[in-house]
Structures are given as C-alpha cells and as structure tokens.
C-alpha cells in the first residue's frame, strides 16, 4: 500500500532551526508537496520538490531524495506564527495525491 | 483574484438528516476536490473532478454521499442520511499554479449531533 510517515508532534524554540522529516512510499512519484495548516484554517501551500536537492523559498526550504524516498522542511528563525500542523502529501504515478497526518510544531518563546 | 469558496463554513445536525456543501473554484481551475479531514490527521479524498467528470470516487461512501458538478464549475457535496461518524471538516479545493498545488477553501465544519 501507499504510505506516508511524519512526526506526530515537535516542538521548538523561537529563533531556532526545526527540521521535520517525511518519508513515502507510493507508486511511483510525481512530485512531493509541503503545506502548513492553522488550527481550524485550511492547508496552504508551502513548497514543491520533483528533483533531488534543496529548494529554498525565504525561511523555509524543501529537501528531497527520491532513492531514499525522504523528505524534510527546514524552518528558519522560527517565529511564534509558524506553530501550526506541516502536511506532507506525495503524488504518485497516477497523480493522485497522498497525504501524510501532518506533523504539530508547537513554538516556545 | 477569489480564492476557493466554501459554504456553509458551520453546520450543525441531527442524524439522519440531509446536508449539503457548496463550493466555487478558483476561475479557469478545471480540477476540483473534495476532502474530508478529522482533527489531528490529513485530509482524505472523497471525489476528484477534472470539469465535470469524476474521474476519481472511489473513497466517496456511495450509499450516503453524492456529489455533482454541472457545468464543471460550481460542485455540491451531499450526505444523505447523515451519520454521527461523518462529523468532520469538509474540504474543497481546486488544482492550479506553476506546481499544480492545491488551493483549498476554508471549509465546512460538520456536527452531526
């Protein structure tokens, strides 16, 4: 079956770095997407890697090995305003996409 | 530009009783979703739509639920009798961006008492 895992829940520092990691296992890929959920809001887009390597986009970046099937989201200068859930969510070959449970970053001041 | 419009963004029933959802893509987003999504897990797909065809229900609980997009624009999502296990979020979005992301809606949170 298809699958993806993520860390249910971390918490960080503000100012710190966080890393959170995603691992798939899908058939077949097409891309791997990142998108933060407020409490009680909807998913918005964060970041998007079909290539192996690192995308950055300000204070966040995307990393992504597809031997390894592996991901992670790399948060910068953590502000109080990035505690919210971080989905992961893979399409696969028939571009259909599948999500992870999405992992709860709580920030302490 | 209008984002992705959901409605109601609240509803409260009894079970049993009909529901409906309402949603407006984002403009010239031929592909539509509808999500479900439960506190503390990621959203699951009940249909996809590319214009009006569904070209994937399969995770849509037929017995209860419907859904329709005439016109391949504006779609409704009904449930039919509703269940207390159908409470949960109920999410829209549409397909669209360089990437092919996601733009969701707000969505409609359902009680079903």
């Known amino acids: 079956g298809q699958n993806i895992d993520q860390p249910t829940e971390m918490t960080a520092t503000e100012g710190a770095i966080v890393q959170i990691n995603c691992t798939y296992q899908?058939?077949?890929?097409?891309?791997l997407f990142w998108y933060q959920q407020h409490a009680g809001e909807a998913p918005t887009f964060l970041s998007y890697n079909v290539l192996d390597g690192l995308e950055e986009k300000g204070r966040f970046s995307s990393f992504l090995s597809r031997s390894k099937g592996y991901s992670y989201l790399l948060l910068k200068e953590l502000q109080m305003k990035d505690s919210a859930s971080y989905l992961c969510a893979v399409q696969d070959s028939n571009y259909q996409l599948i999500w992870g449970a999405g992992t709860k970053l709580i920030i302490k001041p | 530009e209008a984002g992705v419009v959901q409605s109601p963004r609240y509803k409260i029933i009894e079970k049993k009783q009909p529901v409906a959802f309402w949603c407006n893509p984002i403009s010239g987003h031929n592909t539509l979703y509808w999500y479900l999504q439960n506190l503390g897990q990621g959203p699951e797909l009940l249909i996809r739509?590319?214009?009006?065809?569904?070209?994937?229900d399969s995770q849509l609980p037929k017995d209860r639920f419907s859904a329709e997009r005439l016109k391949g624009v504006d779609s409704t999502l009904k449930i039919q009798p509703a269940e207390l296990g159908d409470s949960a979020v109920y999410l829209c979005a549409s397909k669209g961006g360089p990437t092919g992301e996601l733009f969701f809606g707000e969505g409609s949170r359902l009680t079903v008492l």
């Open positions: 739509y590319e214009n009006e065809e569904a070209v994937d």
């Open positions: 899908t058939s077949g890929f097409n891309g």
